[in-house]
């Protein structure tokens, strides 16, 4: 275990939060101050830790007050020594004799050194500042960089917000971390250079430094007692939800939900070359089809399950026609999004006063977007599910094969379970929806639901004769059973359960084709 050994005269904030984290297992054993009655000392003591008070005495000599400091840490068997706003210059004799030794200073190296960083800040107008780790060495403030973390400077900033923003959110960051390298023995120090193992870049960095402007305050986010803004990454080239122009500019603006929906809306129809049109609700699709037309597309997306349907956002991958727009007009949705109107259609769509109305422009090139996903204390980073299958990367595992039309119907079911929550159940005939079951805690409840929602909800069609999509493997047999009372003919699913012999066989029962995919499709947010 690393041991360190902290000096301050102040407060000691870092220290503190060097001591709360443990990064990488560091233990702060001690707090040395030169001030007796600096606080540092008693938020130690209440956390437990040693602490030593070495004054300097009235006409001491450095060497000595220094000597004097040396011994104290002796005591402590200490392997890195750790400045947080200790207030008096280390002598070259003293960094010869102790562990290596950081410091934190509250600017971006070798910009702005000195006491007064804040200040020299502020007066040379810079729009971003931060912090340096760096390694003490006998000139002040020119030591060799560990890592360095930088914050915005604002207009109205004074140096008391710069300073704790630079604390909380630089500081913070920083000085964790390379106490963090260092105990994970990272840290090569030498030829006054620093270098760290695995501080690499790539697809997954091992430090982020994210940018978004704010684009817009929204007027409430999910709930209207939650506040809630846009920020707009200006490097997506894809088209997106958030540089869309709103084509009629007397609605009202988007509202945070809106944004959730369009974008999950957007995405279900980019996954189709074909004519493709989605009606999606709280992010699950009400009903997604493709077709010869746009309009033909809407119609079968629509009748999926209109009821659900009503105050959705509906989304096309064409060019929305007169025909689509007085389809979409006919009952209340909240947004449409699609690459290009026609005039015919702007006009019958800007009748509804509040019908927020989209251009995505050119879908484009699709790009490695990463999708996150904010956690307390951090945030989960992954590749968008891009997978496209064809026909040659389905197993057919029962004694049925699909015929033709089932292949093209399971290829369509999987694309599209993609965008419904898991647990999640999709019933297609042809390439349309005909019901969908998602967001359930147990899969055969989703087959159930998908069921009831083609039998009560779906209009002009049914599940007879249709085929099945799960985004996981089925773990029992009964989601089997439970689909063939529901006339489902064939399945696609990613296989891999221990009781996949028991899936089979029970296809194979009800003679339904089921093919596996070998990879599944969650989707939980």
Same mark, same amino acid.
């Given at each position: ?18 001591a ?14 030169n ?11 209440d956390?437990g830790i040693?602490t030593?008070?070495?004054?300097r005495?009235?006409?001491e000599?450095?060497a000595?007050?220094?000597?004097r400091?040396?011994?104290a840490?002796a005591?402590y068997?200490?392997d890195?020594?750790?400045l947080d706003g200790?207030?008096r210059v280390?002598?070259g004799?003293?960094l010869?004799d102790a562990?290596?030794?950081l410091?934190?200073h509250?600017?971006?190296?070798p ?7 804040h200040?020299?800040v502020?007066?040379?107008g810079v ?5 340096t ?13 560990v890592t360095?973390?930088?914050v915005?400077v604002?207009?109205?900033d004074d ?10 959110e630089?500081e913070f960051?920083?000085?964790p ?6 105990a994970e023995d990272?840290l090569d120090v030498r ?7 695995g ?15 704010r684009?817009t305050?929204?007027r409430?986010g999910?709930?209207p007692h939650q506040?809630a803004a846009l920020?707009?990454?200006e490097t997506?080239?894809?088209?997106t939800?958030?540089?869309?122009e709103q084509?009629n500019?007397?609605a ?5 939900n809106?944004y ?8 279900l129809v980019k996954e ?5 049109a ?7 699709p009400?009903?997604?089809a493709?077709?010869d ?5 809407y ?7 209109p ?8 989304a096309l991958?064409r060019?929305?026609?007169e ?8 009952s209340?949705k909240?947004v449409v ?5 026609r005039e015919?259609a702007?006009?019958v ?7 927020r109305v989209?251009d995505?422009?050119p879908?484009?090139e699709?790009?490695?977007?990463l999708?996150e996903?904010?956690?307390?204390g951090?945030?989960?980073v992954q590749?968008?599910d891009d997978?496209?299958?064809s ?12 015929s ?5 119907s399971l290829?369509?079911a ?7 929550k898991s ?11 005909v019901g969908?079951?998602m967001g359930q805690?147990?899969r055969?409840?989703?087959v ?7 039998? &009560?909800? $779906?209009e002009?069609? +049914?599940?007879?004769?249709a085929?099945?999509? /799960?985004? #996981? !493997? ?17 399945v696609i699913q ?8 028991d899936?089979? &066989?029970? $296809?194979n029962?009800? +003679?339904?084709a089921?093919?596996?995919?070998? /990879?599944r #499709? !969650?989707?939980?947010?």
């Amino acid at each position: 275990m690393t041991r360190i050994a902290g000096m301050a005269s102040n407060r000691g904030r870092n220290l503190m939060h060097l001591a709360d984290g443990a990064p990488g297992g560091a233990e702060l054993a001690v707090v040395l101050s030169n001030q007796a009655d600096a606080p540092v000392l008693e938020k130690a003591a209440d956390r437990g830790i040693d602490t030593e008070v070495v004054e300097r005495e009235e006409s001491e000599e450095r060497a000595s007050h220094e000597r004097r400091i040396l011994d104290a840490l002796a005591e402590y068997d200490v392997d890195l020594v750790c400045l947080d706003g200790y207030m008096r210059v280390l002598t070259g004799e003293f960094l010869d004799d102790a562990p290596l030794t950081l410091n934190v200073h509250p600017s971006l190296l070798p910009s702005f050194p000195g006491m007064d960083a804040h200040e020299q800040v502020l007066e040379a107008g810079v729009r971003i500042s931060g912090c340096t780790v760096h390694i003490v060495t006998r000139e002040v403030d020119a030591g060799p960089v560990v890592t360095q973390e930088s914050v915005p400077v604002y207009e109205g900033d004074d140096e008391e917000s710069l300073k704790e923003r630079v604390l909380y959110e630089a500081e913070f960051r920083a000085y964790p971390r390379a106490v963090r390298w260092f105990a994970e023995d990272r840290l090569d120090v030498r030829d006054g250079e620093v270098r760290v193992e695995g501080d690499e870049g790539g697809r997954f960095p091992a430090r982020r430094t994210v940018s978004e402007d704010r684009s817009t305050e929204l007027r409430y986010g999910e709930n209207p007692h939650q506040e809630a803004a846009l920020y707009a990454d200006e490097t997506e080239e894809e088209a997106t939800v958030v540089h869309a122009e709103q084509l009629n500019e007397g609605a009202k603006a988007l509202s945070y939900n809106n944004y959730n929906d369009a974008d999950a809306a957007l995405g279900l129809v980019k996954e189709f070359d074909e004519p493709a049109a989605a009606v999606i609700k709280h992010t699950n699709p009400a009903g997604c089809a493709t077709a010869d037309a746009v309009s033909e597309a809407y119609d079968r997306a629509l009748s999926t399950d209109p009821m659900s349907a009503f105050g959705g956002i509906v989304a096309l991958n064409r060019a929305c026609d007169e025909e689509t727009a007085e389809a979409i007009t006919e009952s209340f949705k909240e947004v449409v999004v699609a690459p290009d109107y026609r005039e015919e259609a702007l006009s019958v769509l800007r009748e509804k006063e509040n019908l927020r109305v989209l251009d995505v422009g050119p879908f484009g090139e699709p790009g490695p977007r990463l999708r996150e996903k904010q956690l307390a204390g951090g945030r989960l980073v992954q590749e968008r599910d891009d997978q496209r299958l064809s026909r040659e990367d389905l197993e057919v595992v029962t004694e049925r094969e699909p015929s033709e039309e089932e292949f093209a119907s399971l290829l369509f079911a999987w694309h599209t379970i993609k965008h419904v929550k898991s647990n999640a159940i999709l019933f297609a005939k042809g390439t349309e929806t005909v019901g969908v079951g998602m967001g359930q805690v147990s899969r055969v409840d989703a087959v159930r639901l998908a069921a009831m929602k083609a039998e &009560e909800h $779906a209009e002009g069609k +049914d599940s007879e004769g249709a085929v099945m999509a /799960s985004d #996981a !493997f089925f773990p029992f047999p009964d989601g089997i059973e439970e689909a063939s009372e529901a006339g489902i003919e064939a399945v696609i699913q990613p296989g891999g359960s221990v009781n996949d012999d028991d899936v089979i &066989e029970a $296809a194979n029962e009800h +003679d339904m084709a089921m093919v596996f995919t070998g /990879s599944r #499709a !969650f989707r939980h947010d």
